[in-house]
């Protein structure tokens, strides 16, 4: 999740002219995404999908959290950076998504 620095909205990922950038829908502040994240856009039954595709040796992105008691199914550690994302329709729950402080595997719960 990522938060405009202008206005404090939060921005979302778009393909504009090609290239991945995170536009606030407020104020209409762009930014560039990193390499690391990938938006990618579908037409799906005249839906767009967006999907954000975050590698395992990916930095954590901006707005996540630290926390204690969520066990990496990698290597057992109990302490990962979290953060929400709505993955499917808006009256669908939010994704939870997780990345291990100590090995960097990143793994998702749908709510």
Known sequence: MKFCP????????????????????????????????????????????KILVLENDAEVPQGAQKIKGVVCPNCKNDEAY???????????PATRFYKCAKCGKVWREYE
């Not at 104020?27 to 990938?38: D, H, L, Q």
Request: with cysteine.
């Open 6 to 49: 202008k206005c404090n909205s939060m921005m979302v990922p778009r393909k504009i002219n090609g290239k991945s950038v995170y536009k606030c829908m407020k104020c209409g502040y762009e930014e560039e995404a990193k390499a690391s994240e990938v938006i990618t856009t579908k037409i799906k039954h005249k839906e767009t999908e």
């Open 82 to 92: 979290f953060w929400i994302l709505q993955t499917r329709s808006a009256d669908e």
